[in-house]
């Protein structure tokens, strides 16, 4: 058994023993100590790169166990290029002077002998040792010549790859404990930002009663058209407001509700407003209910929008009015007629006389496309929001007591989802799993903190039904140990728990669907890979490899088509870089490489680009970036910031205090 085959051995008995529960602390270090002392005698590039591959496998384990990471370069190949050279050409002598005495036979005899006078009772023995010699020579190069071959390795280069390696391998001891340090100090600042700051002032009361009262009574003093016709039958309906009451104040995106009576099914409740500002013009809101069959009365919910663009930046009273339309086509033209306001509410529709007064303070809208991600702020992290390409950032929470780390946005843009740092009296840090209305406000605990307990990243499904994180837990020896948990929203409860005796972390869904998709060990490489569950399965807690290779991938991300998967791999040169697969054929291309630390690729929505953030080992300052995928290059959009993500963003923001 050769140096290679002996090493490999040894790492799959140490496989087995782990499957097998067995605490291997000892013997891992042991095996990363006998590599390296053996990896000279081992000069295949082939052979080299399953052992780095096995190196980083029990590194990663003795890290998971131990918080310590150990070097993993491998010793400089033993034969330098000098030595190979003189091999070789003694190898093309002895091929030579075999021929030579092949040839003798047929009366061939070479102009100098192989001796220097031998004697004549000793000469023939002589003769006969130098030819076995030469024959087995030769018979050696031969067989070391196929093995060679049926290796994959090209002997008219392999001396010089020899000496290639040798240079690399030097480095790579170099860069190996340069990109280790750099990988915790990253975390180390993503997890370890200043000191939260004192707590936030109370926010103002809202306006006085005797506001409330004034605009009430101007709201009931506008009575409706006199001149619109109301059909006989309409004293026997009734449609009334119930939420949101009179006087409250409302957001830009709000929900009415009340009761109906007596009405027909297809029959449909609309609402009017008529802001204050415009002169006495009502508008129809957007949205509507439907009177199912079989349905005469009832209650009745509407979600519409009280203001766009520009006549949200300033504050608004409406007076609303419900409406009953009786078919679809008188539906259609009372939302046209709308759209730029009438004083007279059409002859086609039959009014209620019940008015309700409501008030919008001034707002700013973010609805489309945006990056949300955490930034480091005056003694605290808090969330913003950008256009993809980083411009017209907006401050989302202003939190001193909790640092928002690692968000992500529900498919509706209303929610997002984050990971919440508080740090008690002695300065040690406690997470909680937390959601988040877009605009900041509402904050619920869906996971408290617990001790020895850190969540990460959490990521929801595309119908928002699911909410998938990762969960750390602390043993009393100091090793963490990785699982990933989902969470259902219907169920308010976890629908389901994915853990092994190897990692299970950096969940991502499948989009459109209830699969998901996390980084773990994977048995048959050595290496981390992905594994894929379905919440639909029969056993929703089964997982199947979803996709592996010698390389060491992590923190994947599935194209918005499902035709590509990104992730963060090591690759040859030993850094940590973008990658990206096409699944259908397997072709692997490698996006990035470059001495920083990348993590967390993320899509743009329409799957022209990639957004990621990374980490300068030389300063350990976070920046996010974009790969651009038509361009095939990449470029900062926002210093000093990191985690994100880009999405649906559906988020009104107040520019005023609470009752102002």
């Keep these: 058994m050769n140096t290679f085959d002996q090493l490999q051995s040894e790492h799959e008995a140490l496989l087995k023993r782990q499957l097998a529960n067995e605490e291997l602390v000892d013997e891992a270090r042991a095996y990363i100590k006998l590599v390296q002392e053996k990896s000279a005698q081992v000069y295949l ?7 780095r591959a096995n190196l980083r496998y029990w590194a990663n384990y003795l890290y998971e166990v131990s918080g310590s990471f150990p070097s993993i370069a491998l010793s400089p190949v033993a034969v330098n290029i000098r030595h190979r050279e003189r091999w070789l050409g003694a190898g093309a002598i002895l091929v030579v002077l075999l021929l030579l005495v092949l040839l003798r036979p047929w009366g061939f005899t070479p102009a100098a002998s192989l001796t220097s006078s031998p004697s004549p009772d000793g000469g023939a023995t002589q003769a006969a040792a130098t030819q076995a010699a030469l024959v087995q020579a030769a018979a050696t190069q031969a067989i070391y010549l196929q093995t060679e071959q049926a290796r994959g390795t090209r002997v008219g280069i392999e001396n010089v790859a020899s000496a290639t390696q040798a240079v690399m391998d030097k480095t790579a001891q170099a860069e190996e404990i340069a990109l280790k340090v750099a990988a915790t100090q990253a975390a180390q600042a993503a997890l370890a930002q200043t000191a939260d700051a004192a707590l936030a002032q109370t926010q103002q009361a809202e306006m006085a009663q005797t506001e409330q009262a004034a605009l009430t009574a101007t709201a009931q003093a506008t009575p409706p058209p006199s001149e619109t016709p109301t059909p006989a039958e309409s004293a026997a309906l009734l449609v009334e407001i119930s939420s949101p009451a009179n006087g ?7 929900v009415f509700r009340g009761r109906f009576s007596n009405l027909q099914p297809g029959w449909a409740i609309q609402l009017l407003a008529q802001p204050l ?14 009177v199912p069959e079989g349905v005469q009365s009832g209650e009745w919910a509407i979600e519409t929008n009280l203001g766009e663009g520009k006549d949200l930046e300033s504050q608004e009273t409406y007076i609303i009015q419900a409406v009953v339309t009786m078919d679809e086509g008188k539906r259609a033209a009372l939302i046209e007629s709308g759209r730029a306001g009438f004083t007279e509410i059409p002859n086609s529709v039959i009014p209620f006389p019940a008015l309700t007064t409501v008030r919008r303070k001034a707002y700013q809208a973010l609805v489309g496309v945006r990056m949300i991600y955490s930034q480091s702020t005056e003694g605290n992290i808090d969330l913003f929001a950008s256009l993809p390409d980083g411009s017209e950032a907006v401050q989302i929470t202003n939190s001193p007591s909790v640092s928002e780390l690692e968000p992500s946005l529900s498919a509706d843009g209303r929610s997002i989802a984050y990971v919440g740092r508080r740090r008690d009296a002695d300065w040690k840090a406690y997470y909680t799993l937390e959601v988040i209305h877009s605009d900041g406000t509402a904050p619920v605990v869906l996971l408290d903190s617990q001790p020895n307990v850190i969540y990460e990243t959490p990521v929801w499904s595309s119908d928002g039904r699911y909410l998938a994180y990762a969960i750390g837990i602390t043993d009393e020896a100091g090793q963490t140990g990785w699982m990933v948990q989902v969470y259902d929203f219907e169920q308010q ?19 459109d669907s209830h699969k998901l998709i996390f980084y773990g060990r994977v048995l048959e490489s ?6 894929v569950a379905d919440l639909d399965w029969e056993a929703a807690e089964r997982v199947e490899v979803f996709y592996d290779t010698p390389l060491e991938e992590m923190m994947p991300a599935i194209s918005p088509d499902q035709t590509a998967l990104a992730f963060v791999g090591f690759g040859a040169n030993e850094q940590r870089d973008l990658y990206l697969v096409q699944l259908e054929s397997g072709e692997v291309q490698q996006l990035t490489d470059t001495p920083e630390i990348e993590f967390m690729p993320r899509w743009l929505p329409d799957g022209s680009a990639i957004d990621y953030w990374y980490s300068n080992p030389l300063t350990t300052k976070n920046e996010i970036g974009v790969y651009t995928l038509a361009t095939q290059s990449s470029r900062v959009l926002i210093e000093g910031a990191y985690s994100p993500w880009v999405g649906y ?4 923001l107040s520019k005023e205090k609470s009752g102002d």
């Design 277 to 290: 500002s415009k002169g006495g013009l009502s508008f129809t809101l957007p949205g509507y209910f439907v």
């Design 248 to 254: 409250d104040w409302v957001t830009p995106k709000s």
């Design 45 to 51: 590039p082939g052979d080299r790169d399953q052992l």
């Design 526 to 531: 050595g290496t981390g890979g992905f594994y």
């Design 649 to 652: 963003l559906e988020a009104y």
């Design 493 to 511: 409860q976890a629908a389901a728990t994915y853990q092994s005796k190897f990692v299970y972390r950096y969940p991502t869904w499948l989009p």
